[in-house]
């Protein structure tokens, strides 16, 4: 649905806002989650950067409600949130991988190519924001 990247990352976290670094970029990646023909789980999300480098979702989050494991069930859409924290030059020809297992994913993993993100000469995205705060109303794009 969207990819946004940022230099920093702004949540809340048990009432306080914190403000969080990293140093590559933040790739966050919102969606919308929906079963077609039977109840499943989104576990995991990973990024796979154009060299095969894989990113894990980030840690530093703690507990979200909007990020995985998820339950997914037919008919019913669910937001779906993946935050990475990602070197400049694994982003242009990167691949999201969803699975549905959390360890061992291999039997089954949906792969969505991220070939459109934007570059400028340096290989950066071209729209990298400052900031991006998690916990204000996103909207779809």
Do not use: C
């Amino acid at each position: 649905d969207k990819l946004v990247f940022a230099r920093q990352l702004k949540t809340n976290q048990f009432g306080q806002e914190r403000l969080l670094t990293t140093s590559g970029l933040w790739a966050v990646v919102s969606t919308d989650l929906t079963a077609t023909a039977a109840s499943t789980t989104v576990a995991d999300g990973t990024w796979q950067g154009p060299t095969g480098l894989r990113y894990h979702q980030t840690e530093r989050l703690g507990y979200r409600q909007d990020m995985p494991p998820h339950g997914v069930d037919p008919g019913l859409e669910r937001r779906g949130l993946f935050v990475f924290e990602v070197p400049p030059d694994q982003i242009r020809g990167a691949r999201l991988l969803i699975s549905a297992r959390q360890f061992g994913p291999l039997d089954a993993q949906a792969r969505m190519s991220l070939d459109e993100v934007k570059t400028g000469t340096d290989g950066q995205p071209a729209d990298v924001l400052p900031e991006y705060d998690l916990d204000a109303p996103q909207g779809k794009s």
